[in-house]
Nanobody, 123 residues
Framework: QVQLVESGGGLVQAGGSLRLSCAAS????????MGWFRQAPGKEREFVAA????????YYGDSVKGRFITSRDNAKNTVYLQMNSLKAEDTAVYYC????????????????WGQGTQVTVSS
């Protein structure tokens, strides 16, 4: 069984930065892809970013491209989301996910989900 635990959320002013972490545990952890999604109140869960576990290829949603960077540390079974130039509209609960699918921007590609961490950006 794989468990994912996010950390690093909090309150930040617009224009500021935050770094989220997602630590994975499990006997054999080797997903194809790790993803980040977010969900704001009253809205559907939205794709943010993804990174392949072996090659480190990254893919971003249009709303965060150029501002967010995802990376991974395979030795630590951890993936990161560096969020820069934050805007009020980035306020949401951020979830990390692990999976084996190929449609990285789709929730259907992911089998395991973390509990989420709140990010609030004040304007």
């Amino acid at each position: 069984q794989v468990q994912l635990v996010e950390s690093g959320g909090g309150l930040v002013q617009a224009g500021g930065s935050l770094r989220l972490s997602c630590a994975a545990s499990g006997r054999t952890f080797s997903p194809s892809v790790m993803g980040w999604f977010r969900q704001a109140p009253g809205k559907e869960r939205e794709f943010v970013a993804a990174i392949t576990w072996r090659g480190g290829t990254t893919y971003y949603g249009d709303s965060v491209k150029g501002r967010f960077i995802t990376s991974r540390d395979n030795a630590k079974n951890t993936v990161y989301l560096q969020m820069n130039s934050l805007k009020a509209e980035d306020t949401a609960v951020y979830y990390c996910a692990a999976g084996y699918g190929y449609r990285w921007s789709s929730m259907s590609a992911y089998d395991y989900w973390g509990q989420g961490t709140q990010v609030t950006v004040s304007s």
